[in-house]
């Protein structure tokens, strides 16, 4: 069954929630006997050129330069593409190129869905590409063939758009990380100067709704010296937040090593002394099932995704409340002893599992 899968920057290395959720799980289809073409943006990906990663054909097509207009373009030829490839489905991921869902299907496709997040939430988008995300979800929730939900939020979201739509409610993974001695870190890591357990880590996008300025100014309000705070990744595009976000954490003295993946994200995951988001919105964030992967003490905004992993209830707080996360803060440098997440996550976030009920999806559609 050829599968082209399209909605995404590109694999592998490329930031992002998406970009991880598909980097992780195509390869296991692949291994299942799927033919799976992953269509990405050519500015985003290491070649120009189609090449293989982990079993996976990946293809980059060109896309706008412009941000407003590289999701519907690049989605819009990508489907186009995945017609002359003579696709079986085309699994688009995220609302936002879902509204392509009825361009598929007068293509003749076959269409599934992953609904990644109210993305109409970020804070990011005006009025105009609220109302485009909030049409792609509609699209997606009436005239693709199944939609897969990563959240019992965006499940019920969709049932409450059509009551007969199929929902396939499939978490997003985590690949648990090998127990053996590391390799000394990277000239990278080393330059940062971190000492084992005395920092505090963060990674994602520099958008306002991941509220790394909320962060920092909680890690400001500590006692000097109480640890570092560490905080990786970088802007999709350069904006007046991502400029204001660097300026603060320049200021308050935050370390901010840019996107980091492989070894060097490990490196900063085993290291640190807890593992903090503070977002507003997220789907079913990758990036807190990685702390976790790691047996991490987690800092996390009372936000409904946040809620339904089912951390300790001590492990919240107020979402956007600076004297609230600074006071968890204090608590987790107090008591750092490490919770046990692995037998969890083996069992609910584990890639291989999902793989199989993904390709379950693929063959009932």
């Known amino acids: 069954m050829k599968i082209v899968v399209v909605g995404l920057r590109g694999v592998p290395d490329v930031q992002g929630?998406?970009?991880?959720?598909?980097?992780?799980?195509?390869?296991?289809?692949?291994?299942?006997?799927?033919?799976?073409?992953?269509?990405?943006?050519?500015?985003?990906?290491?070649?120009?050129?189609?090449?293989?990663?982990?079993?996976?054909?990946?293809?980059?097509?060109?896309?706008?330069?412009?941000?407003?207009?590289?999701?519907?373009?690049?989605t819009f030829a990508a489907i186009f593409k995945a017609k002359q490839l003579k696709a079986d489905v085309v699994h688009i991921h995220a609302i936002g190129p879902a509204i392509m869902t009825i361009w598929a299907r007068i293509l003749?496709?076959?269409?599934?869905?992953?609904?990644?997040?109210?993305?109409?939430?970020?804070?990011?988008w005006g009025l105009l590409a609220r109302t485009i995300l909030r049409t792609g979800e509609k699209m997606a929730a009436k005239y693709s063939h199944g939609?897969?939900?990563?959240?019992?939020?965006?499940?019920?979201?969709?049932?409450?758009?059509?009551?007969?739509?199929?929902?396939?409610?499939?978490?997003?993974?985590?690949v648990l990380p090998a127990a053996t001695t590391e390799d000394p870190p990277s000239a990278k890591i080393a330059q940062l100067g971190l000492t084992d357990k005395k920092y505090i880590f963060a990674l994602g996008r520099f958008v306002p709704e991941k509220e790394f300025h909320t962060l920092i100014s909680a890690w400001s309000a500590l006692p000097p010296g109480s640890c570092e705070?560490?905080?990786?990744?970088?802007?999709?595009?350069?904006?007046?937040?991502?400029?204001?976000?660097?300026?603060?954490?320049?200021?308050?003295?935050?370390?901010?090593?840019?996107?980091?993946?492989?070894?060097?994200?490990?490196?900063l995951f085993?290291?640190?002394?807890?593992?903090?988001?503070?977002?507003?919105?997220?789907?079913?964030?990758?990036?807190?099932?990685?702390?976790?992967?790691?047996?991490?003490?987690?800092?996390?905004?009372?936000?409904?995704p946040h809620l339904e992993v089912k951390l300790d209830p001590s492990c919240y707080f107020k979402t956007q409340s600076v004297p609230e996360l600074t006071e968890k803060l204090q608590a987790?440098?107090?008591?750092?002893?490490?919770?046990?997440?692995?037998?969890?996550?083996?069992?609910?976030?584990?890639?291989g599992k999902i793989a199989t009920q993904t390709a379950q999806v693929y063959r009932g559609l």
């Open 270 to 304: 085993r290291h640190a002394a807890g593992f903090v988001i503070p977002s507003t919105h997220e789907g079913l964030p990758i990036a807190m099932l990685e702390a976790m992967s790691y047996n991490l003490p987690i800092v996390a905004s009372d936000i409904e």
């Open 229 to 267: 705070l560490v905080i990786a990744g970088k802007p999709d595009h350069d904006s007046p937040y991502s400029q204001a976000l660097l300026a603060q954490a320049e200021q308050a003295g935050a370390i901010m090593p840019g996107f980091v993946k492989g070894a060097d994200l490990d490196h």
């Open 108 to 124: 003749g496709l076959k269409v599934l869905v992953t609904h990644h997040g109210m993305d109409y939430n970020r804070q990011k």
């Open 332 to 351: 987790l440098l107090k008591n750092p002893e490490k919770p046990q997440y692995r037998t969890l996550l083996a069992d609910k976030y584990d890639w």
């Open 17 to 74: 929630g998406i970009e991880t959720h598909c980097e992780h799980l195509y390869p296991y289809l692949a291994k299942q006997g799927f033919d799976i073409t992953i269509i990405g943006r050519k500015n985003f990906l290491p070649n120009v050129q189609q090449y293989d990663y982990q079993g996976c054909t990946v293809l980059p097509l060109a896309h706008p330069k412009a941000t407003s207009l590289e999701t519907i373009a690049h």
């Open 147 to 174: 939609v897969i939900s990563i959240s019992h939020a965006i499940t019920a979201q969709i049932h409450r758009l059509n009551p007969r739509q199929k929902v396939h409610q499939i978490p997003n993974g985590v």
